[in-house]
Structure formats: C-alpha cells, structure tokens
C-alpha cells in the first residue's frame, strides 16, 4: 500500500462466528451441527477439510511426512463444504467425497498430515475466507486460538478419553461384538487411538490443541448430550445478543 493510501474498511461481522474446539471424539460435530440448526448458521467443519486433503494424499500415494509435497498437493486442490441438514457435503475437486472422507484410513491420515506448520497455514487461511462474513459455527482444534482468534463465542468441549472412547464405540462398534472380549478389545483400541491423537495434536509445534485463553471450557465426561447441548446454548447467549442471532 502506498504512502498516504487509505485502507480499506473491512465491515464488522453483522453475526458472529461460534469456535468449537477441542480433541478427537469430544462431540464437537454434533454440538457444531446442533448450534447452527438452532440460530440458523452455518456449520463449517474445517476437519473435513483436512480429511479432504487426507485422502487426495493418499490416492495420490503421498508420503504424509512430505510437508513440501503436501502443500503442493493442497494448492491445486478444490474443497469446498456444502452445508446440508444432516451435516455438510464434502466437494473435493468437483467430487462428492462425503463418505470416503469419514472412513478410519482417512481419519488416521488427517491427523498426520494437519501437524505440518506449512499446510496448517494454507487451511487457516481457506477457513477465514470461508467464515469472515460471520453466522458461522466452525469447529476444529485451533479455531478459537488461530483461525479465528477474535471470535465472538468460544467454547473448549473436553472429556476424559475413556469417556470418548465408549462414546465413539457405541456409535460404531458391530452390534453382534457388545458385551464380548472382542468388544471389549475393540473400546481399548479407541481409547488408545484417541490418546495417541491427543498427544500428537497437544504437542505438534504448530498451533497445539489447546484452549483459547478466553474460552469457556465445557467438560462433557459427566454430561448427557442433551445437557452438554443446553449448555452450549447458554455459552452462545452469555456472549452474543439476540439482535446479533437473528
């Protein structure tokens, strides 16, 4: 910008942006599809985003600790997020990749890929461009701490892994395997994987799960989902008016 150019006015956001962060399993899908149901927003879910690209890396057979091919990969990559009323299409490329991108492969790859600073960096800045005009609840692990620090409500969902391990079992373990040793095996296993997880999204150099330092925190071990969802609501209208809702 030249001397003596005025900037442009960027316009305050007429609604706000909802940050949900938080770990793997804690329910920030269902909270986030929860909350823009109810005030009418839009549901931006950034971690599909990553296991947009999470899957392109793996049809393309990339390494996924190749930070240089990765990011290649993500600037001649397309995802776009189209949000339906049971949750948002995945377009990647012009490709419908909905299911492909919730399978466990896909998921274990987003988690590998989103620890490279460069990458994080080209996401952060999809995701501001899709949330800047605000009436948006986006959820991930860094919204509320680097995507969008000036957001309006944010809210840290936690819970004790176990308790999200048992959570994301009974949504997907094989009814024929509850009550056996093999079901058992199974619950361990996702309580393993989403430690495992925790740690590598805790520790990661570049923008590390952790809560903003204005957030409120909503620790969910001991709640039911209908409480966890009315206190969400409550968090959003502590902080926001309801001219800014509607």
Do not use: C
């Not at 995701?127 to 991930?140: A, I």
């Amino acid at each position: 910008m030249s001397e003596g150019t005025i900037p442009p006015v960027i316009p305050a956001r007429e609604h706000p942006v909802i940050a949900i962060d938080g770990p793997a399993g804690a329910g920030k899908s269902t909270m986030a599809a929860h909350l823009a149901r109810r005030f009418g927003f839009l549901n931006l879910e950034t971690g599909a985003m990553y296991r947009a690209l999470a899957f392109k890396a793996i049809d393309n057979d990339l390494d996924f600790s190749d930070e240089a091919a990765l990011v290649e990969l993500a600037e001649n990559t397309r995802i776009a997020l189209e949000p339906q009323l049971e949750g948002n299409r995945v377009i990647l490329d012009g490709v419908d990749v909905s299911r492909r991108v919730r399978e466990p492969d896909v998921t274990v790859a987003a988690s590998r890929v989103s620890v490279h600073p460069r990458l994080r960096a080209w996401m952060v800045d999809q995701q501001r461009l899709m949330g800047r005009r605000g009436g948006v609840v986006m959820e991930g692990r860094d919204i509320g701490t680097v995507v969008f620090p000036d957001a309006e409500v944010k809210i840290f969902l936690d819970a004790a892994p176990e308790v999200r391990g048992n959570r994301r079992y009974r949504q997907s373990g094989p009814a024929e395997t509850k009550f056996t040793d093999q079901a058992k095996a199974t619950e361990e296993a996702m309580v393993r994987e989403l430690k495992e997880r925790d740690e590598r999204d805790r520790t990661r150099a570049e923008s590390p799960l952790r809560p903003a330092d204005d957030a409120v925190i909503l620790d969910s071990t001991s709640m039911t989902l209908d409480e966890v969802l009315v206190a969400a609501e409550k968090i959003v209208r502590d902080h926001v008016t309801e001219a800014q809702l509607h």
